[in-house]
């Protein structure tokens, strides 16, 4: 467990410094506020989202997929199913959570007002991968925990998983673009920044869009997929009304969720559920 956990942050560590040299050199859009300011702020945030997780749940999903190996009731723990097949169901199936879950985020209206911190980032870089409320950090974790709880999934699956999505989570948070031979048929498969950014545009319908954490294929199957090039188009980022430094603040972003819309003085139909 204290090797998962190492990994983790070693592989979180590599990741953003890559991600972050990526986009420096190779910027997609001009970042409207200095990069270190934001910086520190999603990470304070990010900081405290752990330790909420850690108050909340005693137990890492890999601890909780182990202690399930022998489970009776579990699913992918029968050994007469091919152990590369149970290790492949798992990653599958944890990501149609996540993508399950962000659905949610964005359909139920007390869910989007917690999600809507990660939304409410006026610009877009790979900082924006940790700007997440603490609330919605331990709901996603709770909801994996549940269903690895049901599957009793193979360990080291559960590991892998945990490892994309980390990967993942930054590199399609990156203020980059990949180069044309490389993003279409990358994007056959897994999410991409240029697909990622168009969620995170001010147009209430694209926030519903492309979905998914790790691959494409929930967002073709349930209709929520969109190709169109936000850049190209001059799309803007950020919720309308929520474009400003105030939405900077560390205390702006733990406190956002149970403010009013006339608090927060932004129109109610530009920061509603985009689904």
């Known amino acids: 467990m204290e090797r998962a956990s190492a990994a983790n942050w070693t592989l979180f560590v590599v990741t953003f410094l890559a991600m972050a040299t990526w986009e420096s050199f190779r910027p ?22 752990g330790i909420a997780m850690t108050a909340a749940f ?5 601890l909780l997929a182990a202690a399930t190996a022998n489970s009776r009731f579990g699913i992918l723990n029968r050994e007469w199913i091919p152990f590369v097949v149970r290790c492949g169901a798992t990653i599958l199936l944890l990501d149609l959570v996540t993508y399950a879950t962000h659905r949610a985020f964005h359909s139920v209206p007390l869910l989007w007002r917690v999600h809507e911190v990660h939304h409410s980032d006026p ?14 950090v331990v709901l996603v974790q709770g909801a994996h ?21 980390v990967v993942l989570n930054l590199f399609v948070h990156a203020n980059a673009s990949l180069p044309r031979w490389a993003e279409l048929p990358l994007r056959r498969v897994f999410i991409t920044p240029d697909l990622h950014r168009i969620h ?20 073709r199957l349930f209709g929520t997929y969109a190709s169109r090039a936000l850049d190209l188009d001059g799309g803007r980022i950020g919720l309308k009304g929520l474009q400003n430094e105030q939405s900077l603040g560390l205390g702006f972003m733990l406190a956002e969720p149970f403010q009013s819309r006339a608090q927060l003085q932004v129109d109610p139909a530009a920061t509603r559920p985009g689904l």
Do not use: C, K
């Open 200 to 219: 995170h545009s001010e147009d209430i319908v694209e926030q519903g869009r492309n979905l998914g954490q790790t691959f494409i294929w929930w967002d």
């Open 58 to 62: 005693r137990i890492s999903p890999v």
């Open 28 to 49: 997609v859009r001009r970042l409207a506020w200095p990069a270190e300011r934001r910086w520190s702020r999603h990470a304070i945030l990010l900081l405290i989202s």
């Open 145 to 165: 925990l549940v269903m690895i709880l049901l599957l009793a999934p193979p360990p080291i699956a559960v590991f892998a998983s945990g490892l994309f999505t």
């Open 123 to 136: 610009d877009y870089d790979v900082s924006t991968a940790a700007r997440f409320h603490p609330i919605e």
